[in-house]
């Protein structure tokens, strides 16, 4: 399941609909081994395009190497769909390549602004549940769970 902070759908459905007819795309980082998405990036889709997106390789590396200084992780890859719904194309599945993170797409084709969420290892799409809360429980919370 992916638990994420409103604030957050909220920046990433405003960055799909500020690129839209454009495909947007990003991340959002988090602490090594939490599965907890922190600190939004939105990243220029370098192709441009209504119907594919790609990282442009020198602003990932960069975004990488800030991830590494920081002991933080892509908990969350996003990217709208323009014209389609909220599911991984066979392009999509092909690029994906952190097994431990989650696939989010956002559908803006309509104003509905579907908002889905996915794992996909090995090629293999999984969807699953996303809860949306308006902050993360304590570290103590979290631990009596």
């Known amino acids: 399941m992916l638990r994420i902070r409103r604030d957050l759908v909220d920046a990433i459905v405003a960055h799909a609909r500020?690129?839209?007819?454009?495909?947007?795309?990003?991340?959002?980082?988090?602490?090594?081994?939490?599965?907890?998405?922190?600190r939004f990036i939105p990243m220029l889709n370098a192709a441009r395009s209504p119907t594919f997106y790609e990282f442009d390789s020198a602003d990932l590396l960069k975004l990488y190497r800030e991830m590494d200084a920081n002991d933080e992780v892509p908990v969350v890859i996003y990217h709208s769909h323009t014209a389609t719904e909220a599911y991984p194309s066979r392009t999509d599945v092909s690029y994906a390549s952190e097994p431990e993170a989650h696939y989010v797409l956002v559908s803006t084709r309509d104003e509905t602004d579907e908002f889905r969420s996915y794992r996909i290892v090995d090629g293999e799409i999984t969807e699953e549940p996303v809860e949306v809360v308006t902050e993360y429980p304590s570290a103590t919370e979290a631990f009596s769970e």
């Open 18 to 38: 500020r690129d839209h007819p454009d495909e947007a795309c990003g991340v959002i980082a988090g602490p090594e081994g939490a599965d907890r998405p922190e």
